[in-house]
Structures are given as C-alpha cells and as structure tokens.
C-alpha cells in the first residue's frame, strides 16, 4: 500500500485514549487508529488556535495599507496578525482565507518535527481510507526522502510489483507534476484513485543515469500484513510487512495453524521485521505478547501529558479494547517456549522496532540483520470536526529496559549484512536487482549466499544456545544471507534443547 508513513519511517497514525491507558495513543510507527475521543485539552487548543487565525485574518488590514508605519513584532500573536495582513493586502493575487488558515496551520505543524502535520480534509479521508485496509493504489510504501517519493516496500501480487519498482526507487514525478516540494500526504493522494484509471511515474533507479517513465493501472489494494509458512522442515517463518488493527489477530491464526499441523513439528520461530515501517501500538504490543510470558514488560511511552506516560505489559488490557475478543487466547503454549529469531534492518521502524526491543529486552528472541531504522515517536491524530485534523508528536518510547529507540534504533544480536548484489554472479545477480529485499520466495530465488556477520556484545552467544561456525546447517539453500543465519541459529538452538 501507499505508505502512511511521512518520513523515513511510518508516521503513526494514531488515536488518543486519555480515559483508558490500556488504548495508548499510538506511535510512528504508529498507527492508523480511526480517530474515536479526543482529549479536551487539544480539542480546546485546536478550536483556540483556529479561532485566533481567523480572528487575525479579519482585523482590518488597515495597517498594512501604510507601508511607513513602523510595526511592532515583540508580541507573537501580533507578529502572526502582521504577517497576515500583508499577505492580504500586498500577495500578488487574490488567496481565500481557507487556504492562508491550512497554509499557516500546517507550517506551525511542520515547524515542530518531521512528523507533526496538519491534515486537510482529503489527508484526513485517506487516513480513514488506510484503517479499512481497501484502497485504490499501486501497492508501495514510500517515504519522502531528499525532495522525492523513496519506494521503502513493495506488496506482492500489485500493479507496483509487477511493473519492477522496488524498495529504493525514487520517483521524481507523477505524471506531468513534479513531486519536488510535496509532502508525503499530497503525493500518495495523487498516486492512489479509483481502480482501473491509469498513472505514470517518472522512476529514478540507481546505477541509471535517467529516469524511466512506466504507466500503472490502479488496482484495488487490500491490506495483507502477515505471511506464515514452514520455511524448513521445523521451522515456522513469520513474516509482518505492517502493524494493522488485524496484524496481531492475523498472526496468532497462522502460528495456530502450523503449531496444529500433524506432520509438520514445529522447533522454533523467524519473525522477519525487515522493511516493516510499523503501525499501530496496539498492534505492536499484541505481537509480543503471542511469545512472551502474561505480564512481561513490552514497552514505555513518555511524553509532556499524562496520557503519554503509560507502561504496556503482555496482557490483554493493553493490546485489546474493552469489547474485542482475545486473539491470543487458546494459542498453543509452545508459542511461548519454543526458540525465536527476529529479523531486522534498516527499515525495520517504531512498532517493529517496539517488537523488536522488547524480545530482546525480556531474552525471548536473538536478534539477527542490521540496525533498525530509530523511530520512536508516536504521533496523535486529533479531529477539528470539519473533516480535517492533524497528527501531533506527543511521545516517545522506550524499550522494556529503558532504552531510547529514537535517533538509535535496536542493535542486533548477531550483525549480518545483506550480500550486495554486484557481488552476485550472472542471471542469478539480474534476477536479484528484480527481486532484492522482496517476498522470501524470491529471496530464495537469488544466488549467493556468502554472509557477514558478528555478535553484539557478549549476551548473544548464550541467548543463541552456544551457536559456532560448527552449528548444523539447515537445509535452506538461496541469497537471503539474514535468513539463513536465522535458521542456523534456531538449529543451534534446537539440537542444545534436546541434549
């Protein structure tokens, strides 16, 4: 889907629950929450603010008729009123006061972090768009990076997919616009529509000098978080693209369906996190808890208001609201003691990374692949109640242990880097430019599987069950080199287990 992240990573798209801690105001990650209450205090800001714009922009303009007169800005409020008084009375054409209340509203946003924004009114229809998890699109996720639209993630089976865009294509512009300038939320309006109308992109690949115009047809999107199969005979993958209201739910009914296969007995968990830009907090405190012990700490939120201070522990008041069934519960208790292996990487951001850093805090994980992204903010969406709103950063979170994951990230365990492609050989390198970073089965597809890797600090070795260069090699055979280090670690861990 068109990412509904802002920045390198998500941009939470969340909802505030002031009343009832057990429904944190998501984060960056966070998280495509439909807007339910919003907390008086910024509803109150809200109306204040609005009300003083317009106030401002119906004082007569009388001052700024006389050019010599000499203003006064030592006040703030009537250095906004002077500001907009001139843009009245001397802009170069005509500019409804709509438009100069969005225009300002959404600058003061801006000015605060790369992830507060003001929503207008097609911005906020999106946002309620992305929590049905049905749209019309092309199937990337993206992130404004350096003035251009950055592909981050691509979904199977889209108009994207099949026309080769993968993560790290840049598009420079949609049709006949250049997206120079745009914010993440103007672009991925003009990229999505109604299914079946046609868009072009100008492409900027690395490695080519000019940018490559493709034309897609618009599909209907459907939202598809969660992968699960037996990757090796013993060995369940799980793989999550996204944190959705769903994720959690989706998940705990695929590890229940290959803990319940008869001839298939699972010994351990990959968890793959790679390219995962987050979601909902809620999402991502429901994920941890399918493996960690009822009650185990996840996550710590803090923030200026007292609804931002919150502990989140693995039990059902903290991932489910007051009417939802528990998806965890009656998943078999395996789930919690057999070896899991998370994977993670640069793109790994805020509700993976919450995933992530609370496995790894509570030892119930080795983490394997490279540093994640570091955002660990959460942002608010708050409703005007004309169909606008905005998103306002309102904390930060920190992991089981007190660890900062903003600006930081998680270290892994065991570092492996991906083998670059160029240093794969023949048909078997072109095949991986298609399909780099994509489903595991193209992974698998690729030659190559020469890794570097290294243990961080000395608590991985025995979190990995003693794991050596001698460890038994699986049978996975493919250039993901983070996955099969995963399996080789799960194996390690296996044959300790039955000694």
Same mark, same amino acid.
Request: glycine residues 10%; proline residues 7%.
């Given at each position: 889907?068109?990412?509904?992240?802002?920045?390198?990573?998500?941009?939470?798209?969340?909802?505030?629950?002031?009343?009832?801690?057990?429904?944190?105001?998501?984060?960056?990650?966070?998280?495509?929450?439909?807007?339910?209450?919003?907390?008086?205090?910024?509803?109150?800001?809200?109306?204040?603010?609005?009300?003083?714009?317009?106030?401002?922009?119906?004082?007569?303009?009388?001052?700024?008729?006389?050019? @010599?007169?000499?203003?006064?800005?030592?006040?703030?409020?009537?250095?906004?009123?002077?500001?907009?008084?001139?843009?009245?009375?001397?802009?170069?054409?005509?500019?409804?006061?709509?438009?100069?209340?969005?225009?300002?509203?959404?600058?003061?946003?801006?000015?605060?972090?790369?992830?507060?924004?003001?929503?207008?009114?097609?911005?906020?229809?999106?946002?309620?768009?992305?929590?049905?998890?049905?749209?019309?699109?092309?199937?990337?996720?993206?992130?404004?990076?350096?003035?251009?639209?950055?592909?981050?993630?691509?979904?199977?089976?889209?108009?994207?997919?099949?026309?080769?865009?993968?993560?790290?294509?840049?598009?420079?512009? /949609?049709?006949?616009?250049?997206?120079?300038?745009?914010?993440?939320?103007?672009?991925?309006?003009?990229?999505?529509?109604?299914?079946?109308?046609?868009?072009?992109?100008?492409?900027?690949?690395?490695?080519?000098?000019?940018?490559?115009?493709?034309?897609?047809?618009?599909?209907?999107?459907?939202?598809?978080?969660?992968?699960?199969?037996? /990757?090796?005979?013993?060995?369940?993958?799980?793989?999550?693209?996204?944190?959705?209201?769903?994720?959690?739910?989706?998940?705990?009914?695929?590890?229940?369906?290959?803990?319940?296969?008869?001839?298939?007995?699972?010994?351990?968990?990959?968890?793959?996190?790679?390219?995962?830009?987050?979601?909902?907090?809620?999402?991502?405190?429901?994920?941890?808890?399918?493996?960690?012990?009822?009650?185990?700490?996840?996550?710590?939120?803090?923030?200026?208001?007292?609804?931002?201070?919150?502990?989140?522990?693995?039990?059902?008041?903290?991932?489910?609201?007051?009417?939802?069934?528990?998806?965890?519960?009656?998943?078999?208790?395996?789930?919690?003691?057999?070896?899991?292996?998370?994977?993670?990487?640069?793109?790994?951001?805020?509700?993976?990374?919450?995933?992530?850093?609370?496995?790894?805090?509570?030892?119930?994980?080795?983490?394997?692949?490279?540093? @994640?992204?570091?955002?660990?903010?959460?942002?608010?969406? /708050?409703?005007?109640?004309?169909?606008?709103?905005?998103?306002?950063?309102?904390?930060?979170?920190?992991?089981?242990?007190?660890?900062?994951?903003?600006?930081?990230?998680?270290?892994?365990?065991?570092?492996?880097?991906?083998?670059?492609?160029?240093?794969?050989?023949?048909?078997?390198?072109?095949?991986?430019?298609?399909?780099?970073?994509?489903?595991?089965?193209?992974?698998?597809?690729?030659?190559?599987?020469?890794?570097?890797?290294?243990?961080?600090?000395?608590?991985?070795?025995?979190?990995?069950?003693?794991?050596?260069?001698?460890?038994?090699?699986?049978?996975?055979?493919?250039?993901?080199?983070?996955?099969?280090?995963?399996?080789?670690?799960?194996?390690?861990?296996?044959?300790?287990?039955?000694?």
């Amino acid at each position: 889907m068109e990412s509904t992240v802002k920045t390198a990573k998500n941009l939470p798209r969340c909802d505030a629950e002031p009343d009832d801690v057990r429904q944190p105001p998501g984060g960056g990650f966070c998280f495509d929450i439909p807007p339910r209450r919003v907390p008086s205090r910024f509803g109150a800001k809200a109306t204040v603010l609005g009300a003083v714009f317009v106030a401002l922009l119906r004082l007569s303009p009388t001052v700024a008729a006389d050019p @010599t007169a000499e203003p006064s800005y030592s006040d703030p409020v009537q250095r906004v009123a002077r500001i907009l008084e001139q843009i009245k009375a001397r802009y170069v054409r005509p500019i409804e006061d709509q438009k100069l209340i969005a225009g300002a509203l959404s600058g003061v946003l801006k000015g605060l972090d790369p992830h507060s924004a003001y929503l207008d009114a097609e911005a906020f229809r999106e946002l309620q768009r992305d929590a049905h998890g049905e749209y019309g699109g092309l199937g990337i996720e993206s992130r404004m990076e350096s003035g251009f639209m950055e592909v981050t993630s691509v979904l199977e089976s889209t108009p994207a997919y099949r026309a080769g865009l993968r993560p790290g294509d840049r598009i420079t512009r /949609i049709g006949d616009v250049s997206v120079a300038g745009m914010s993440l939320e103007q672009v991925i309006a003009m990229v999505r529509g109604d299914p079946g109308t046609r868009i072009s992109l100008a492409v900027v690949r690395d490695g080519q000098p000019e940018p490559k115009v493709i034309t897609l047809t618009r599909e209907t999107i459907l939202d598809r978080s969660v992968e699960s199969s037996v /990757i090796e005979p013993g060995y369940a993958y799980i793989r999550l693209t996204q944190f959705q209201s769903r994720t959690g739910e989706m998940m705990a009914k695929g590890v229940r369906r290959l803990l319940e296969q008869r001839d298939v007995r699972i010994a351990g968990f990959v968890l793959d996190l790679r390219d995962n830009p987050g979601g909902m907090l809620t999402s991502a405190v429901g994920v941890a808890s399918a493996f960690l012990p009822p009650g185990a700490p996840v996550v710590i939120t803090e923030g200026t208001g007292s609804d931002s201070n919150m502990r989140l522990y693995a039990r059902t008041a903290d991932y489910l609201g007051d009417e939802d069934a528990d998806y965890l519960e009656g998943l078999p208790a395996a789930v919690k003691t057999l070896p899991v292996v998370v994977l993670v990487n640069g793109e790994s951001a805020s509700a993976a990374e919450i995933v992530a850093g609370a496995l790894q805090d509570n030892k119930r994980a080795i983490i394997v692949g490279t540093k @994640t992204y570091g955002k660990g903010s959460i942002q608010t969406v /708050i409703p005007f109640g004309d169909g606008t709103g905005m998103e306002l950063t309102t904390a930060y979170y920190y992991t089981p242990s007190g660890r900062r994951i903003q600006g930081q990230g998680v270290i892994p365990d065991v570092v492996v880097e991906p083998q670059p492609i160029a240093q794969r050989q023949g048909a078997a390198a072109l095949h991986a430019v298609a399909v780099e970073r994509q489903i595991p089965e193209a992974r698998r597809a690729a030659a190559g599987d020469d890794c570097t890797s290294h243990s961080e600090g000395d608590a991985a070795a025995p979190r990995a069950g003693g794991s050596t260069p001698h460890a038994p090699r699986i049978g996975f055979s493919g250039g993901d080199c983070q996955l099969e280090r995963a399996l080789r670690l799960l194996g390690s861990q296996t044959s300790i287990s039955q000694r």
